[in-house]
């Protein structure tokens, strides 16, 4: 067993913060008391300001695809003629929840590595209808690609006004710019492992009061995900169902460090270790499976040499103390993921760089020691504006 603390470098859950992790230890309250009661009034407003948002925040005890569940059946009837914008596994997932509750989903599946083309939505768009909703995923963790969620909510609008927009912003959501009002998103669901830097546990669904106009026909069968409850529990300060309260105390402690930090510099953290991430593997010689044009800053997907076995490669990595993620679906064996959201530092995606030159030095592969460090360092130093 390896005695030192693994770097874990997978697109949740994540790592956290020293402090965020004793908060967790703290003993219980009453949930149903006082105390429980100025804590989640407290989360949710500065939950709202990570997502630019004056809409109602609603905290889901689940993780994130219990989030996405409660979206569903929560402002949707069966029978409805929905959207789903899909460019890889979680986009799938969100389509599935939908078509498994009795909406009509149409499908538009875009290249794993591509982002979705607000251009063909709107033929899509056109073709049909009329339209519900229309589901999108922001940072699809599978493939490493964050769509251009403002670019395609203006496709939705031009198109189909009436269209509820209902985005999984689970993985980049206070991690990357991310503007929910100001796109006019109508239900935004994020979860608590990824970049608010908590454990598991936690989903946060943002609704618009056109939504909530929705939700008073919806026929969908509900009841734990029943967002109305949520909302009504919300007002005294209270849960419908027993919340995760350790958690709740490490979100508590979490979003006040990035208060401190500050939204704009939150994002420009994670445009750094995303630069240095790319910049690292590719001076390694390793092919980037994402379009360069929408590379996620929360993780970085690649290609493992045809030559190498996953279980091989990932097999020396561990013994070096890095964890990373495997692909998924179709991409099965043939990419490893490394995420960079939450509580990450350029110097953690530096070691994970170096863990990753003396495995490929070690599979005997034509690599210059140092080089992809460096590489990786200087384009993190660039994206600060430390460096021209």
Known sequence: MNRFEPNLRIPGPTSLPDAVREAGARQMVNHRGPE?????????????????TANDVLIVTAAGTGGLESAIVSFLSPGDKVLGITIG??????????????AEVTKLSFEWGQAADPAKVREVLKAGGPWKAVLMTHNETSTAVTNPIADLAAAVKEVAPDALLIVDAISGLGAVPFKTDEWGLDV????????????????????????????????????????????????????????????????????????????????????????????GLTTLGFKLLADPAFASNTVTGAWIPED??????????????????????????????????????????????????????????PVTPGAAVAAAQVAALKALGLVK
């Not at 429980?36 to 630019?52: D, G």
């Not at 596994?89 to 009795?102: E, H, L």
């Not at 490893?336 to 509580?343: A, K, Q, V």
């Not at 990450?344 to 990753?356: F, M």
Request: glycine share 10%; aromatic share 10%.
């Open 89 to 102: 596994a979680f986009g799938d997932r969100f389509a599935k929840i939908a078509t498994v509750y009795g």
């Open 188 to 279: 935004v669901v994020s979860g608590s492992q990824k970049a608010w830097m908590v454990g598991p546990g936690l989903s946060f669904v943002s609704v618009s009061p056109r939504a909530w106009e929705a939700a008073a026909t919806a026929k969908m069968p509900k009841f734990y995900f029943d967002l109305a409850a949520h909302k009504t529990s919300a007002e005294s300060g209270q849960t419908p169902w027993t919340p995760a309260v350790g958690v709740m105390f490490q979100l508590d402690v979490a979003l006040n460090l990035m208060a401190e930090e500050g939204l704009d510099a939150i994002w420009k953290r994670h445009e750094a270790v995303g630069a240095a991430v790319r910049a």
């Open 36 to 52: 429980f009661a100025v804590l989640q009034n407290s989360i949710i407003e500065r939950l709202k300001s990570f997502y630019l």
């Open 308 to 365: 190498v076995e996953w279980k091989t490669f990932n097999g020396k990595l561990r013994k070096l103390g890095l964890v990373v993620a495997g692909g998924q679906g179709a991409l099965k064996g043939k990419i490893f993921r490394i995420g960079h959201m939450g509580h990450v530092t350029i110097p953690a995606v530096l070691n994970a760089i170096a863990v990753l030159e003396q495995t490929m030095l070690e599979l005997g592969k």
